[in-house]
């Protein structure tokens, strides 16, 4: 499934509270969800509370394995039977959302995007039960992603039951510590080394497990990075069928990359809509991915089925009006590039 040309959002929203999410939430549908260049999404509120940033709450899907919330970040505990209470909680807040977005998406007919943290980004954020992070132990961070992998299944089995049949379904895999992880540079716990770098056979295995999941499940599997060094390559051999990516942080490499992604027909998400300072006008930020197009001497109506256009990332350090406007402009310049 294509669905570029598109305007969308990573996925964060400001806010603090449930009332915050419910606003979110009547945001994304109205901006995006009845408009012919717009992606609605599952919006993620962090301010919230740990349980419902991307690490928590993706940590609330992984039934398999215990994890508990310590001054450090998160935690396996090597322990199984109930899941520790800050888990329950990540997992009951996640049904909330869900609820609501039930209730008010129950006539939506287009497609919808959901968001979970990646096998790497978990592996290098996420603790052992006896200290240090996952990425330290090998067989750790691949009962970690094989877990995910599973979650993500029943996931996306849930959001299909909450949705109109018609919904076709984006999965989002958020990996901004992944060229990290490739590249020896995630801190050790003591602060005075770095873990060894993960090579890319191993790290395309994780990937693809966690991929194939949501194709299995019916989904259209794409990857998020805004980051530095994003190595597109190595996530669409891993599966993924669309690359979110921060324009500003594209070298010649990756845009290279990028264009052979489009040229094969994969979705490329361009963050173009910037998430701090003062917002530009629409006309700016057209011709900006006008000019990227131009550059890599590409035609956007030849393109234009695989291109997306989103916020550069999250939006968690906007204001309201800031996150409405930001989606605003993406679709507007999604519709305007498509012509």
Not at 213 to 228: M, R, Y
Not at 241 to 267: F, K, P
């Amino acid at each position: 499934m294509s669905v570029g040309m598109r305007g969308t959002g990573v996925g964060s929203f400001p806010g603090e509270s449930q009332r915050d999410y419910d606003e979110a939430l009547s945001v994304v549908l109205g901006e995006l969800a009845p408009a012919e260049h717009g992606l609605a999404f599952l919006p993620e509120v962090p301010g919230r509370g740990a349980g419902a940033a991307i690490t928590g709450r993706t940590l609330g899907l992984v039934t398999e394995l215990d994890a508990d919330l310590q001054p450090e970040g998160w935690r396996l505990t090597g322990t199984s039977g109930a899941s520790p209470v800050d888990q329950r909680r990540a997992r009951s807040l996640l049904a909330q959302d869900l609820d609501a977005l039930e209730e008010r998406a129950a006539g939506h007919t287009g497609p919808f995007k959901v968001q979970v943290a990646g096998p790497w980004t978990l592996a290098a954020t996420v603790e052992r039960p006896r200290g240090d992070k996952l990425l330290a132990d090998h067989g750790a961070r691949r009962e970690l992603a094989q877990a995910l992998a599973v979650a993500v299944a029943d996931h996306l089995a849930d959001v299909r039951r909450r949705l109109p049949d018609a919904a076709e379904l984006v999965l989002q895999l958020d990996e901004p510590a992944l060229p990290a992880v490739l590249a020896a540079g995630v801190p050790t716990a003591s602060g005075f080394g770095k873990h060894r770098m993960v090579h890319p056979p191993e790290a395309s295995e994780a990937l693809a497990w966690v991929l194939a999941a949501a194709d299995a499940a019916g989904a259209t599997p794409w990857v998020h990075c805004c980051a530095p060094d994003v190595p597109i390559g190595l996530l669409r051999g891993a599966g993924a069928r669309g690359v979110m990516l921060d324009l500003d942080l594209l070298d010649a490499d990756g845009h290279d990359a990028a264009a052979e992604a489009l040229e094969a027909g994969d979705t490329v998400v361009l963050g173009v809509v910037p998430t701090t300072g003062r917002l530009p006008g629409d006309k700016v930020l057209v011709e900006r991915v006008l000019r990227w197009l131009d550059m890599l001497g590409l035609d956007p109506e030849q393109v234009g089925a695989g291109l997306a256009v989103s916020p550069s990332c999250g939006l968690a350090g906007s204001t309201a009006a800031e996150a409405r406007r930001a989606l605003e402009l993406a679709r507007t310049v999604a519709r305007a590039v498509s012509g």
